[in-house]
Structure formats: C-alpha cells, structure tokens
C-alpha cells in the first residue's frame, strides 16, 4: 500500500451521488475505480451483478456461483464485475467481503483473472487466516506463468505467514491499547508525535464541514464522466493539550496558513522553533506530496515553505519527516531516483536554523525493493524504528528496528506481535528517551482507516543466587551475562549475597552464563514455553563447581573396544558433558590423558592409553572445539589410583579397573 493509501479515506467513504443519466453501470464503476473512489466503484460494481438492494453489504449470495453458469450469454461480464468488485473491497481495506469474492473470482479461467489467487491469499493474511493464506500463495505460484515478481511476493507472503503463525503463538512483552477517545474520529487517524511542550500531535482526515462543490470524474474515455461531492474529509494536522489517553480530549487544528492544501505526518525540532510537515494540492488528484518547514512566530506558527531540492524533486514524492531527538538529522521518504524499491529512507544533516545538508540513502540494509515509510531515531540507544512491506512479517507494513550510528546499521529485526498485526502498522513516536513507551497508528481494529494506539513496551526480571556448590555458601563477585536472540548482551555481578538481577526486553529465549576465577563456568538456557507464564524469572540458587589447576577429574563411564583406542558409543555421550563444560568455560586449556592397568607389557600400554587420550581430543575437536586448547597424554599404568594385585599377590579386578580411566585436568584458565 502506497502511502496515498494510508493519508486518504476517500475509497472508504466517497459519495455516490448523479451518475450521468445513460450511462450504463459498468462505465459509472469503471469511472470511480480509475480515480480511486474504491468504495463508489464497489457499489456500483454490486449493481452490476444484479444483487438485491436489500441484500447485507457486499456478502456474496447464496448460490452466487451457480447464477454464473446460469447466465452464460453474460458470463464474461459477471466474471468482470465480480473481479472488480473484489479488487474494490480490497483496495479500501474491506479484506474480509473481498476475500469472499475473491474466492468466487479464483474459479474463473480467463488468464486475465490470474492474479485473482494471489489477491485472495492477501486478504485470507489480512484476516488472519495464514494458513489458508499459505496454500492460497502456494497454489498460485504453481498456475501462475505471468509476471515473475508477483511469484516472487507470493513467495514473501508465504514465509510472512509462516512467521506470523510463530508470533501469533508466542506474544512479545508488549501492551497494546487503543485510544478510546474522539482522537479516534471517523477517518483515518495517524501520524502521533509530541510537541516539544509536551502537545499531543496527529494526523486525521476526518471531516472538516459538510460535502462542498460537485466534482465531475472522467474514466479513460472522457465522453464518460459523473459527479461526486466534494469530500469533506481531508487530512489536517490536530493538537490535543491534555493527556491523550483520557476519556475526554480537546482535540483542536493546528494552525497552519497552506489554503487548499492537506497536511501530515507533523515532526518538531527539539528547539521547539521548526515544524516540518508533508503537503499536497487538496484538489489536484496527481499532486505530488512534499516536505515543508514552518518556523514558531510567538504563540503561532509561520506559513509553511517547501524546502530545499535536497528534499525536495520535482516529479516525485517526499512524505513523513522526521527529526531525530537530537535534532541532527532529518529523515524522510521518498520515491525519487537513486533507491533500492518504491519508498526509500533518506536523511540529511539538519542545521540548527532549519536549512539541510545532501540527501543521504540509508542504504540497502535499512530499504527493500518495496516501501520503506515513517522513520523514528532514538539516539540515547541509537534505535532506528520503521515501517516497511518489504520484508517477512505479519502483514501490509510492519515495524522493525536496527541499531546505528547513520554510518552503519545492524541487520533490521522485526518488532513481532503484537506490535505489529496481520494489516498496517506504522508512524511510532516515544514518549521517553529509550523508546520504552509511546504511540503507533495501525488498522488492525478497523475495516478501512488508521487509528492511534498507546504502546508499552513489558519487561521480565531475572534474578537468583550463585553459591559454591561444595561449601553452599553465596559467591560474591561472580560474572553474570545474560544474552538472547533478541536482547543485547547484559553484564553484572553478584553482591555479597551472591544475588544478580536483570531486566530483559524479550520472551523468546534466554542464555545466562556465569563465571568466577577458579570455578567451572555454567551456562543456563530457557526457552518461550518457560518464560511466557512469568514476570520475573527466579533462576533459582545455581551452584560452581571448584575449579583446582592441574588437578585430575576421572571422566566417568569413557570405555574403549577391547584393546582398541576406538570410542563406544556410551563414552562419546561422556565426551559431550566436557565439551559442553569447554563451551561453557571458553577461557580454560585442559589436559585429556588415559590410563591402563598393568596387564601387558610398558610400551604397549604407554602407546595405547596415548592413541586412547588422543581420540578423545579428536571427538572434542570434531564438535567445533579448537584443538590449542588441548593437548592429550597417555600414561600406561604409571599412574595407578588402585592397587593390581591384592596384598597377597592374586589378581584385583577391581583395582584394575579402577586404573583403566580417563580423566582431564585444567591446566590454564585466562583472564
């Protein structure tokens, strides 16, 4: 969805008003579809089917199908309107009837319809129907043989709803809430930003007076032309001075001199002195939308100017800017030349008196071959937060973030559910310096428009004791680093009690590891099903194990094939309990050695116990262990722990037994 999609309710609320009198229905339909009066087109599109006026909306009648077949002397017309009414409900955001008719339209075998399944695998998305959603893209990658990039969306669209099929099922801490006030009005709402004295500022189309002047719409033959009202709901930037999530708010127009021009997506310099807002030609339907800067006159603001051709091109878009907290860069999007899709992020260096430096492409990483929209800079944790359609995510637009410093950027990461849906979220603004709270505008909850919901970002407390597990006493001073997909890497201490706490921003997984000088570290892994039940995780008392250097510890249970340095099964299973400790403890060098009893001769059992210590090191290394960490010894039976033979010189069993083991000794631990 292109951003005149989001800034306009015109398909949603057109009026249906005169059509030229002998004009058949068809052409009145094609008419309001071409100039995009989606809601006027899908009405007459309905007449056209012949569906009875008291029928319920646009539900699709019983035994619609067979009417079709019925009625072949029209069937290619019943096949068109049918098509075109779909195409209609979903360009105004009605998924749910459009998915009905799509439904009928996928039946239909005229090539020219072929897209119909993709269409009907968008809106099953949009209605949160991703499994049907998948098998609808799957189906359609297998007939469709025309335009390779809409394969190549239906592919996106796939993996978008495997993965919101996860999220769905596994919420993020995150509260959504929808503002239950008149900020909320007929039309979209959008756009929420806060005024450096603390006003609430949006966007909403709702409207403004009553329907003016008639306006007459051509389609592609200009003998076809009808009218329609003017519409009242144009898009206009409002304040509210209370608190906005209150039960009644003053809602009130900002005042900005732009006669006969909407206005957007308002951003406001740090200093208070600069406003910057997007604006374009209320009348002119192929307007382009531009930036504009207006500057603070006392108590009121000056008439917006258009700025500079660093932002500005003509003959292309540049829409929602937005300063950084910092006020240092201004950031926009825009469809000019020189990006990587349709919308791209750009920002430039902002001066303190409002002038720009060169227009910058945030680069491939941050832009798709789609959308990119409604960019937010939180310098205190050098956050990027973005709307984009052009990657895996739940659906329509979706939030995602990455870190940097305008230079270079992580890999953006998408913001999950629930803060983003199965339809268009976009706009965020934070209320605090980390970006903890704040406002988003998003149409999950509405058949057509954008509305403003309040968003507060839930942690979970980890928390818990490190004792010594021989003495069970607290140990203070130990490191505690706390780490996950989705958390940045956290480091602390314990206290004299031997108790850490943190608090984490995501649910999904959990690693914390622990480590102190001369004990064996330890590693603890937790995963969603575990951590979703809770806000605080006691990772109860967690005992270290000593650590002595060069002090040899008997690996229980490594047994080799008869005379053979060859591992059993059962030893390698032993073997995975020291790679995990060497994982876990990436700063120690170890020993591995292997011991035999006293039968055979020196030389013999000297070589085999050192094939037999060697194979170990050969499994370690084999599982991604570097092999200058360890270094292998046999030791024949120079070592015994047990007596061979009984004191009156017959053979001990179980003395030998006790000598055929392997053992490993630390014998480095780093800083």
Known sequence: MKFLKILTVLMCLASVTNAQMGTSTKRIADVYFLNKEYYAAAEYY????????????????FGFDQKIKETSPRKDDYEYAVYQLASSLRLYKNFKDAEKWYAVSNKFTNPKYAQSEFWYGECLRANLKYEEAI??????????????????????EIASSKYALAEMKYPRLLRVTRLMNNINQAGSNYAPTISNNSEFIFTSSRPIGSEGKSQVLEGSNSKVKVLKKETPYVNTIYAVDNNPASQKVNVQKVNIDLKKMETAAATFHPNGQMMFLTAWSANKENDKRNIYISKKEGDTWSSPVSMSGEININGYNSIQPSVSRDGKYLIFSSDRPGGYGGYDLWYALLRPDGTVGNAINMGKKINTSEDEQAAYYTPATKTLLYSSNGKVGLGGYDFYEAVGDFIDWTEPVNLGYPFNSAKDDIYFTALDEKGREGYISSDRESVCCLEVFHVVREYLNVQGTIIDCVTQKPLAGAVVTIVGNEIPEQ?????????????VGSNRDLKINVMREKYFAKNISYN?????QVDTLLSSTLCLEPMVINKPIVLENIFYEFDSSELTEQSKSTLDTLYQIMVDNPNIEIELSAHTDNIGTEPYNLSLSDRRAKSCVDYLESKGIAADRMTSKGYGFSKPVAPNKLADGKDNPEGRALNRRTEFKVTRQKN
């Open 135 to 156: 098998q609808a893209f799957e189906n359609f990658i297998s007939r469709y043989k025309g335009n390779d990039d809409y394969v190549s969306k239906a592919k996106l």
């Open 46 to 61: 309905k007449r056209m089917l012949q569906i009875s006026p008291d029928s319920a909306g646009f539900v699709v009648p």
């Open 528 to 532: 969603y099903a575990q951590l979703v």
């Open 491 to 503: 480091v602390s201490q314990t206290d004299n009690n031997g108790n850490y706490h943190f608090q």
